[in-house]
């Protein structure tokens, strides 16, 4: 099995759905993110969290929200879908002893909002 | 806030030619840098990171990067490219969000094509 696993790998949904993403990690890393690539912008941060009670936005969070329901499960919601968040999703999980070294990713969820 | 710059959204090579995708980065202090390999429809796969030391790093699949400070640069290069190496190339820069916290900042990425 894999370290970080994603769930849906693929989805598509209308628009104004409600959707939620999950990530379950069996890697006993505290930290865990979510991301999302769009072509030609990279990988960019939507919201990150360094342990269950802690939860941070990042540079692209409007229209996302999350819940850290344990140490190993990170779920990204989309409250009412819109086609822009048309993207691929990556989640992400990094252990605070390896510092910045110990980035694990998942291989993604590709959601069309239609 | 650090950031990171690939200038080349686009790399067409020959298979057997040299390769060198460059990377600019903006951070305050020293930078843990990266490069990060997706190929299609695949996640990352790490290719090679910098923290300190040698400021030449290898990394697998024959490549390599060279940190210079002077020029904020982590370009990563290829000897002589194979035609598996076609995918998207991403530069990473890991700067501390406090304490032990760190966050990656990821470039745009690069595509690579690779011509028989």
């Known amino acids: 099995d894999a370290d970080v696993t994603q769930t849906p790998r693929n989805r598509i949904t209308k628009t104004g759905k409600r959707i939620m993403l999950e990530c379950s990690q069996t890697?006993?890393?505290?930290?865990m993110y979510w991301y999302r690539q769009d072509p030609g912008l990279g990988l960019r941060l939507i919201y990150y969290?360094?342990?269950?009670?802690?939860?941070n936005k990042g540079e692209i969070s409007d229209g996302y929200s999350v819940s850290r329901q344990a140490q190993a499960k990170f779920s990204l919601s989309l409250e009412s879908a819109i086609p822009n968040q048309t993207a691929l999703y990556f989640c992400?999980?990094?252990?605070?002893?390896?510092?910045?070294?110990?980035?694990?990713f998942g291989s993604g969820t590709r959601l069309t909002v239609v | 806030a650090q950031s990171v710059t690939q200038p080349d959204i686009h790399i067409t090579v020959s298979e057997g030619a040299s390769l060198e995708l460059r990377c600019n980065y903006s951070y305050g202090a020293t930078p843990y840098l990266f490069w990060y390999v997706q190929s299609p429809g695949q996640g990352l796969q790490l290719l090679l990171k910098?923290?300190?030391?040698?400021?030449l790093v290898q990394g697998i699949k024959g490549f390599e990067a060279e940190f210079k400070r002077s020029q904020s640069s982590f370009n990563l290069r290829k000897p002589s490219v194979h035609w598996s190496d076609a995918a998207e190339y991403f530069c990473?820069?890991?700067?501390?969000?406090?304490?032990?916290?760190?966050?990656?900042?990821f470039g745009k990425g690069t595509l690579l094509t690779v011509n028989p």
């Open positions: 992400a999980t990094s252990d605070p002893r390896e510092g910045v070294y110990g980035y694990t």
């Open positions: 910098y923290f300190s030391g040698d400021t």
């Open positions: 969290s360094f342990d269950v009670k802690d939860i």
């Open positions: 990473a820069v890991g700067a501390s969000s406090g304490g032990s916290n760190y966050k990656l900042t």
């Open positions: 890697k006993g890393h505290d930290r």
